[in-house]
């Protein structure tokens, strides 16, 4: 019967040992002394909770084995099947798990990206089309501008007519706004300086008087428009002043 149990106890040793879910436990110090390897492992058994860290860490299958047959530690946890102690950190069945996951984060990741591109490139054709569209419409107007008739001899007398037309337009508008300007202007003088006409007219005025009125005169003939012979023959408005017999008393008094 011991023997039995003994074998039994070496395999579950040994299944424990390749599964790196297993616990750590220590059943005594170490007893080698400073510097060797039992003594650098212990260092690392302490640290690691589970078989997993200590591969982690830098123990091995043997070493594991080694430091649990001479009752360094105990392995107690989860037994599950192996092929074998020859197990490392990212290699063996212990490493498929992780892997799987690695792999199937990896795939997401890949799913994202390409339905972010497929979005992206979903987002760029519109703008692209409607780009198209905008560089179209100046290339229509373009065609429009060119659609118009260029002067040609057929058509050019007739264009040569419209111009010189407007020409004599704006120039009957120009003149009719001169003559506008000008009745304005010799009503506004005439009321604002009427003609004085006393004894021998101009010559009797004094010097200054008859400058003014001259001037006035000039200008109001200036701008005004042709008076007709009538209108020239007619003598001018009696002024209001100064009066003849006041203007005479002044200029030549009584001896």
């Not at 001479?70 to 102690?85: A, T």
């Not at 795939?107 to 990206?113: E, M, T």
């Not at 005169?217 to 020239?232: D, K």
């Amino acid at each position: 019967m011991a023997p039995r149990a003994a074998s039994s106890a070496a395999a579950a040793g040994a299944a424990a040992l390749s599964d790196p879910a297993s616990t750590i436990e220590f059943t005594q110090a170490n007893p080698k002394r400073r510097g060797s390897s039992s003594f650098e492992r212990y260092d690392v058994y302490k640290k690691a909770r589970t078989v997993g860290d200590a591969w982690q860490s830098g123990a091995n299958a043997a070493d594991l084995k080694n430091d649990h047959a001479k009752g360094y530690l105990r392995l107690v946890g989860g037994v599950r099947p192996f092929s074998g102690l020859g197990v490392v950190l990212g290699r063996g069945p212990a490493a498929a798990p992780q892997q799987q996951q690695q792999q199937q984060q990896l795939q997401q990741q890949q799913h994202s990206s390409v339905a972010f591109l497929a979005a992206t490139q979903q987002q760029q054709q519109p703008q692209q089309h409607q780009q198209q569209q905008q560089q179209q419409q100046p290339q229509q107007q373009q065609h429009q501008q060119q659609q118009q008739p260029l002067p040609t001899p057929s058509n050019r007398p007739f264009q040569q007519q419209q111009q010189h037309s407007s020409a004599l337009s704006a120039a009957a508008a120009f003149k009719r706004s001169l003559v506008e300007a000008g009745s304005s202007s010799s009503s506004s003088v005439r009321s604002a300086a009427p003609a004085v006409r006393v004894g021998g007219g101009l010559l009797a005025m004094p010097a200054q008087l008859r400058e003014s009125t001259l001037a006035q005169r000039l200008q109001s003939r200036r701008c005004a428009p042709a008076a007709t012979e009538t209108e020239l023959m007619q003598p001018p408005p009696e002024p209001s002043w100064p009066s003849q017999a006041g203007y005479m008393r002044s200029v030549a008094p009584e001896a």
